[in-house]
């Protein structure tokens, strides 16, 4: 029997329990490839974690730098947002943005902020954008940082004080040319309140501001720079020779109805609505309508400076007792010295010396000015008018007040020492004392306030400035050539005239700027933006 069990082992099947090692083999080779892919499955799912924080939190804070490009479009904001912060998606992965904006203007210096808002004239803008994350996932920093660096340039008209300055209206037409006389130096035509009808052939070497009226363009009136229109703006045709009507933007506060193939240079914004024919306008920046006012640089009216007849102003001047007499001293000496008849207006004391002319039947000659600066008061008469080949030939300044004036038959005004010298043409209010109104028409006493008016010639040969200021209408016409400045309740302005801009002013008196009283903000262009170290 002991046999039989000891045989009945020896043969049996040698690979008996070899299916249990193959089990138990293919089982840890089973866990080995799950363990493997369940550790692939928990990288993959932190990556994905942290991809999405990362994204979450870059991505929100080049949000924030794209937000504040576009606030400064209209504003110049120090934070982003005003107060608090921005938060980004919901628990667990919720962040939080800010912004701040750091400004520096053309010299290099930092701009101080007040009010949230940037003091000063900035060029350029960093801004610097933090998101701060809410989790806490493990190889993600909790703030990340995105940094961008802009310039800026305003989108409002700047300005330099007025070449022109038409209180009421301005009229240009035949040929009228406005120049500058200063390197680099565009000039401002500033028409306060009414219309402006700018045609025939005129050229504006600068910006036409139109604060409270419409702008009619058409025959050849062109910009050189910007232009501003309060109410609309019609423009009839295209220029010839392919030249722009504006040179560089053109901003409407109102409606705007422009010709086919117009053209121009930078940016047409149109506030209200617009329309054309046509293949429309050609423009060279952005057209843009239906943009409401407060996307264009704002203007009110200023008023004309009101200017009284005050000589103590004039500084450096014969400028005391009675300039009156003074003046007609002066014509009288100049009339006797050129030969003229005894019984002539410029020589006759008995005469008013207020119609004269450099003819042989009046002045027989010039009227060589003083040679100290002298203020001459001129008001006694109705009109003081000067015709007839009147040369006045300056030696040294001049400023001659009137209650109207009138420079016809070539009148002139020219250097009798070849140096520069400056004259000024005045019709005062006639207040004695400013009441902050310039008025036309007005009268007080013997004074009243008139008209002034030139033609048939010239007017300040060069090295001369002139500056001409009247509340009433100030109006030149035919060929006529003058550096200086005019200010005039209405200004009509004709016939080949060339006005060259240099800035002379009046003593005492403070003329507005022409800088807008409201911008739009900052064309925003791009330097860089990139992902930076958190500070």
């Not at 130096?185 to 139109?210: A, H, K």
């Not at 329309?275 to 423009?283: D, E, K, L, M, Q």
């Not at 048939?456 to 060069?462: K, T």
């Not at 006529?480 to 009509?492: I, N, S």
Request: aromatic letters at 8%.
């Amino acid at each position: 029997m002991l046999k039989n069990l000891t045989g009945g082992r020896a043969s049996g099947d040698p690979e008996s329990g070899s299916a249990l090692v193959a089990a138990l083999a293919v089982a840890l080779i089973g866990i080995a490839l799950a363990s493997v892919v369940v550790a692939n499955a928990i990288v993959a799912a932190n990556d994905s974690g942290r991809d999405r924080a990362r994204t979450l939190e870059v991505h929100s804070a080049e949000g924030a730098v794209d937000a504040v490009f576009s606030e400064l479009e209209t504003t110049t904001p120090c934070v982003w947002p005003a107060s608090g912060a921005l938060v980004q998606d919901t628990s667990p992965s919720a962040t939080s943005v800010t912004a701040t904006v750091t400004y520096w203007d053309a010299l290099g210096t930092e701009l101080p902020c007040a009010a949230g808002v940037v003091t000063g004239s900035p060029v350029t803008a960093v801004i610097t954008s933090t998101s701060v994350t809410s989790s806490s996932v493990v190889g993600v920093a909790p703030k990340r940082t995105v940094q961008a660096k802009v310039n800026l340039t305003p989108t409002s008209v700047p300005g330099r004080g007025a070449a022109i300055f038409a209180a009421n209206a301005i009229m240009s037409t035949n040929g009228f040319t406005l120049e500058t006389s200063l390197p680099d130096t565009p000039v401002d035509v500033w028409v306060d309140t009414g219309d402006v009808n700018c045609n025939s052939n005129v050229t504006i070497d600068g910006n036409l501001i139109v604060v409270d009226g419409t702008t009619d363009i058409s025959g050849g009136c062109r910009i050189t720079q910007n232009l501003w229109s309060s109410k609309k703006l019609t423009v009839h045709q295209m220029q010839s020779a392919g030249l722009n009507t504006v040179g560089q933007d053109t901003y409407v506060a109102a409606d705007a109805r422009v010709a086919e193939g117009s053209k121009y240079g930078r940016d047409l914004i149109v506030a209200g609505a617009y329309s054309t024919w046509g293949t429309g306008p050609v423009v060279g920046g952005t057209l843009a309508s239906g943009v409401g006012a407060g996307a264009i640089p704002q203007y009110l009216p200023v008023g004309l400076p009101e200017v009284v007849y005050k000589p103590s102003d004039w500084t450096g001047f014969a400028n005391t007792g009675d300039r009156a007499q003074a003046y007609r001293d002066w014509v009288i000496a100049n009339a006797v010295a050129n030969g003229a008849p005894t019984w002539s207006d410029a020589r006759n004391p008995a005469k008013t010396q207020c119609t004269i002319a450099g003819d042989n039947w009046s002045l027989n000659g010039p009227l060589i000015g003083p040679t100290v600066a002298t203020v001459f008061d001129t008001r006694y008469c109705a009109e003081t008018k000067l015709e007839g080949n009147t040369n006045i030939r300056l030696r040294a300044d001049m400023v001659i007040y009137a209650n109207k004036f009138y420079g016809t038959g070539n009148f002139s005004i020219t250097s009798a020492d070849g140096a520069q010298h400056n004259v000024w043409i005045i019709v005062p209010d006639p207040d004695v004392a400013p009441n902050g109104t310039a008025e036309c028409g007005k009268t007080v006493g013997a004074n009243t306030s008139g008209n002034i008016k030139f033609d048939s010639g010239s007017l300040a040969i060069a090295p001369i400035t002139f500056f001409g200021y009247t509340p009433c209408e100030l109006e030149t016409n035919n060929t006529m050539t003058f550096y200086g400045q005019l200010y005039g309740g209405k200004v009509t302005l004709r016939n080949n005239m060339t006005m060259r801009y240099v800035p002379i002013g009046i003593p005492g008196v403070t003329f507005p700027n022409t800088n807008p009283t409201a911008t739009s903000g900052y064309r925003v262009d791009i330097v860089y933006k990139r992902e930076i170290r958190t500070p």
